[in-house]
């Protein structure tokens, strides 16, 4: 089975700082995804990317930016975190994109 | 773009009974449905898939019908147990590269209790 690991599961920190989440995925997927999923709102594009060094805007990506140097892995960067970004974050990787997504376990960010 | 519209946002059934939760979009383009089930603490996981050119599916207690005329499409839970608590999300896709038009798009979710 494909899996896609995310770093961690739980982080706490503080407004201002920089913080990396970071993604890995095993199965050679060309497709990698950030969303943010926050209570009532579904599951946003914050990013994506479809190969190594690509990488999209998705709808919101305000204050994020990614880092794709390695096809398996997909960073996501909050360059000065705000509470507002305070939400689960998920990765997910797919082989085409009419293929299933695999999710990862999802990153719970909280900026205090 | 593609908008995908899900309903109910929360539905409660008692064990054993069946759930069905139904999803519109707009893009006729649009040829992979999949739906996911999230558990609590834990990333979406894929449950069942259906292309545009196969009108039904299922998996042992799971369906999924699609009606392409009227561009919607169900998935059905029959004989309900506890452990199918869960959100879920269907979601639509053209997988066209080329922008963001080919990812996959999300309805909002359907929280589903099942009550013993």
């Known amino acids: 089975d494909v899996k896609v690991t995310q770093s961690s599961r739980y982080l706490v920190k503080r407004t201002g700082e920089k913080v990396f989440l970071e993604c890995v995925q095993d199965m050679d997927h060309e497709n990698m995804f950030w969303y943010r999923q926050d209570p009532g709102l579904g599951l946003r594009l914050i990013y994506f990317?479809?190969?190594?060094?690509?990488?999209e805007k998705g709808d919101i990506p305000e204050g994020y930016s990614v880092s794709r140097e390695k096809k398996e892995r997909f960073s996501l960067i909050l360059e000065s975190a705000s509470t507002n970004q305070t939400s689960m974050y998920l990765c997910?990787?797919?082989?085409?994109?009419?293929?299933?997504?695999?999710f990862g376990s999802g990153t719970r960010l909280t900026v205090v | 773009g593609e908008n995908v519209e899900q309903h109910p946002s929360t539905l409660s059934v008692q064990e054993g009974d069946s759930a069905v939760i139904k999803c519109t979009y707009s893009d006729s383009a649009s040829n992979y449905f999949p739906w996911y089930k999230q558990e609590l603490g834990k990333g979406p996981q894929l449950i069942i898939d259906i292309r545009s050119n196969v009108g039904e599916k299922k998996d042992q207690r799971i369906a999924v019908t699609l009606n392409k005329t009227a561009k919607h499409f169900s998935l059905h839970i029959t004989e309900t147990q506890p452990e199918d608590s869960a959100v879920y999300f269907c979601a639509a896709s053209n997988g066209r590269y080329g922008g963001s038009q080919g990812n996959l798009i999300f309805g909002k979710g359907t929280k589903l209790s099942v009550k013993p």
């Open positions: 997910a990787s797919s082989f085409l994109l009419n293929y299933g997504y695999t």
């Open positions: 990317s479809y190969d190594v060094k690509m990488k």
